[in-house]
Every structure is written in C-alpha cells, then in structure tokens.
T-cell receptor
Framework: IAGITQAPTSQILAAGRRMTLRCTQD?????MYWYRQDLGLGLRLIHY???????GKGEVPDGYSVSRANTDDFPLTLASAVPSQTSVYFC????????????FGPGTRLTVL | GQNIDQPTEMTATEGAIVQINCTYQ??????LFWYQQHAGEAPTFLSY??LDGLEEKGRFSSFLSRSNGYSYLLLKELQMKDSASYLC??????????WGAGTKLIIKP
C-alpha cells in the first residue's frame, strides 16, 4: 500500500540521548517535511526538503537535524534530547514543494524524561 | 507575525449542519487547506481553496474570502464519524504551511 511510514510508533527517551526518527515514502514525492504537534498549538514545521540532496529550516529547527540522501527517506535526528522536545512528530510528503497536497505519516509519539 | 485563528471546540448534533470558521493573517497567500484529524491519527486532506468562493465536495464544502482573510468549512448531514479535529492551514509566500491549532468537533446523537 502506497504511503508514508514512520518508526518508531512511540518512544520514551532519557534527556541527553540521541534519537533518530525514521520516515519513508513510496510515492516518489519530491518534497518531504517534518512537523511537531503539541497540545493547543498548530503543527509547526521543523525541517523540510524540496528534493533529494537539499534541506531547509522551518519554524522550529533548533535541536533537530535532517538529511535527504535519496527520494524515499527523510530521517529526523535529535542530537541531545531535552524534555521540551516531548511531542508527536509527523512526517509528510508532497509531489512538489508548491501548493501540492501534503500527505502525512502516522506519527511518532516521543517522550523525553 | 503570522496567525491562524479558529475556535478551539464546537459541538453539534448528528444529522445537523456545522460551520467551522478560520481567519488568517500571513505573509503572502498561496492557498488555504482544510485537514481532518481523528484523535491519535494523522491529518488527512479535505479541501484546498486558492480563489474566492465555495468549493463543494460531497457533504463537505469550503469557502474562501481572500480580501477578508477568512475561510469556513461547512459539514452537512453530520455523522458520528465526523467527530474529529479540523485543521486550517495557509500556504504563505515561501510555500510553507502555517497551521491553526485546530477545532475539535464533538458530535452528539
């Protein structure tokens, strides 16, 4: 079934640990995005990639890094997790970086203690 | 700054009609999206408006007025499965989506 997968589904992490959230899409979409969703706030863009080999910073990039080695994969890394990074993380993709509809993965629920 | 406002929560009755409003102030405008998000799940696309007017898609319609920075999502013949959060998002001049906090819609029998 075509779509976006994310792993892990949920994770509890000690502060200071390194963590990589995985995202894979099989729709051959050029653009990919990482968002975080916190209670009472709208989705906030962390990083994006308009095409393989390029990445950009969104609204809340501090403490996070991404890479886009190929079209399908877009991992998000927390180098040294802090409790304020406790959130639900959604990966999304769209055919292009323009007004194309964004399709979302199922999310990763991350708790940093 | 950029801002998207929508009501936090609304309640409606099964079979009725409900209108969810969204007002926005953004740097540039490249369209407005509505997404549905059931609790614990991913957002799913409902509609996209870039020109003024009403777009109808089955039981759901979306309206846009660019001069007023205003949109609404209209849900007709409400069903229990429509209980969800409805997210308004505007694509700004950098082609990035700015999201509202969402409106939680509660449907009562």
């Amino acid at each position: 079934i075509a779509g976006i997968t994310q792993a892990p589904t949920s994770q509890i992490l000690a502060a200071g640990r390194r963590m990589t959230l995985r995202c894979t899409q099989d729709m051959r979409h050029n653009a990919m995005y990482w968002y975080r969703q916190d209670l009472g706030l709208g989705l906030r863009l962390i990083h994006y990639s308009n095409t393989a080999g390029t990445t950009g910073k969104g609204e809340v990039p501090d403490g996070y890094s991404v890479s886009r080695a190929n079209t399908d994969d877009f991992p998000l890394t927390l180098a040294s997790a802090v409790p304020s990074q406790t959130s639900v993380y959604f990966c999304a993709s769209s055919e292009r970086e323009s007004t194309d509809t964004q399709y979302f993965g199922p999310g990763t629920r991350l708790t940093v203690l | 700054g950029q801002n998207i406002d929508q009501p936090t929560e609304m309640t409606a009755t099964e079979g009725a009609i409900v209108q969810i409003n969204c007002t926005y102030q953004t740097s540039g405008f490249n369209g407005l999206f509505w997404y549905q998000q059931h609790a614990g799940e991913a957002p799913t696309f409902l509609s996209y408006n870039v020109l003024d007017g009403l777009e109808e898609k089955g039981r759901f319609s979306s309206f846009l007025s660019r001069s007023n920075g205003y949109s609404y999502l209209l849900l007709k013949e409400l069903q229990m499965k429509d209980s969800a959060s409805y997210l308004c998002a505007v694509m700004d001049s950098n082609y990035q989506l700015i999201w509202g906090a969402g409106t939680k819609l509660i449907i009562k029998p």
